[in-house]
């Protein structure tokens, strides 16, 4: 009867297995069932095929005592399992519990990926928008360039014709002095006096309109240097940054 021992231990060393199976793979997969009948069917089984063997093996005294030993040792054994069930429960449990962890892990993932999503999506087009801005500010500057090169040079001819007006004004000027003198030879010496003084006012202030400097290092050669608006030889090329005063 050896045979049936064998059978039922292993039986028994069979069910222990695949409630330990039934565990390890409870926690690595959730739709793992445990399949109550293998189980107990396998345990009772190799039980009493363990002791039907045992109790047909040795003698009737020493069946008698190995039976009492067998029903003890089935006895531990069903405590024993009684104790991996509360175990597998309290298990269960714990995976139910980290289960719903994970989902709503999961949850929150799916909603941090969604927000980096629209992020992104948000910075693509602020970049675009900031180079469109970069091209219009560089096309702007362009022009503003051209109109800078533009107004001096404007300015230039502006001066150059003031000057000349100021030089053909101060020859009219000294004409029309002249030809008064002339006319009013006869006058008294004071009226003399008043028109010589007048024709130099003119003189001084037709030279003083007539200055002009071609950059700030003539400017300060002559001493003039910085140069105020309307002061005699401002101009703009002399004053870049347009704040009034130029040869800073």
């Given at each position: 009867?050896?045979?049936?021992?064998?059978?039922?231990?292993?039986?028994?060393?069979f069910?222990?297995?695949?409630?330990?199976?039934?565990?390890i793979?409870?926690?690595?997969?959730?739709?793992?069932?445990f399949?109550?009948?293998?189980?107990?069917?396998?345990l009772?089984?190799?039980?009493l095929?363990?002791?039907?063997?045992?109790?047909?093996?040795?003698?009737?005294?020493?069946?008698?005592?190995?039976?009492?030993?067998?029903?003890?040792?089935?006895?531990?054994?069903?405590?024993a399992?009684?104790?991996?069930?509360?175990?597998?429960?309290?298990?269960?449990?714990?995976?139910?519990?980290?289960?719903?962890?994970v989902?709503?892990?999961?949850?929150?993932?799916?909603?941090?990926?969604?927000?980096?999503?629209?992020?992104?999506?948000e910075?693509?087009?602020?970049?675009?928008?900031k180079?469109?801005?970069n091209?219009?500010?560089?096309?702007?500057?362009?022009?503003n360039?051209?109109?800078?090169?533009?107004?001096?040079?404007?300015?230039?001819?502006?001066?150059?014709?003031?000057?000349?007006?100021?030089?053909?004004?101060?020859?009219?000027?000294?004409?029309?002095?002249?030809?008064?003198s002339?006319?009013?030879?006869?006058?008294?010496?004071?009226n003399?006096?008043?028109?010589?003084?007048?024709?130099s006012?003119n003189?001084?202030e037709?030279?003083?309109?007539?200055?002009?400097?071609?950059n700030?290092?003539?400017?300060?050669?002559?001493?003039?240097?910085?140069?105020?608006?309307?002061?005699?030889?401002?101009?703009?090329?002399?004053?870049?940054?347009?704040?009034?005063?130029?040869?800073?």
């Amino acid at each position: 009867m050896d045979f049936f021992i064998t059978i039922g231990a292993f039986s028994i060393f069979f069910a222990v297995c695949y409630s330990i199976y039934y565990v390890i793979r409870k926690i690595i997969t959730k739709d793992q069932k445990f399949s109550k009948k293998i189980f107990f069917s396998t345990l009772i089984g190799g039980i009493l095929l363990f002791a039907l063997g045992d109790a047909f093996t040795d003698s009737p005294p020493q069946n008698v005592a190995e039976h009492e030993e067998t029903i003890e040792e089935n006895e531990k054994l069903t405590a024993a399992n009684e104790t991996l069930e509360s175990e597998n429960k309290e298990l269960s449990e714990e995976v139910t519990e980290l289960e719903t962890t994970v989902e709503e892990l999961s949850e929150e993932m799916e909603e941090y990926k969604d927000s980096v999503a629209s992020l992104e999506e948000e910075n693509e087009e602020v970049d675009e928008e900031k180079d469109s801005l970069n091209k219009e500010i560089s096309e702007l500057e362009e022009e503003n360039d051209d109109l800078d090169d533009k107004i001096s040079s404007l300015e230039e001819e502006l001066e150059t014709a003031q000057s000349q007006q100021a030089s053909a004004e101060a020859s009219t000027n000294e004409s029309e002095s002249s030809t008064s003198s002339n006319d009013d030879s006869d006058s008294g010496s004071t009226n003399n006096e008043e028109s010589s003084d007048d024709s130099s006012s003119n003189n001084t202030e037709s030279s003083s309109d007539n200055v002009y400097y071609k950059n700030c290092t003539e400017a300060r050669e002559a001493g003039a240097a910085p140069v105020h608006r309307g002061d005699p030889g401002y101009a703009s090329h002399l004053d870049r940054d347009g704040d009034g005063i130029g040869c800073e």
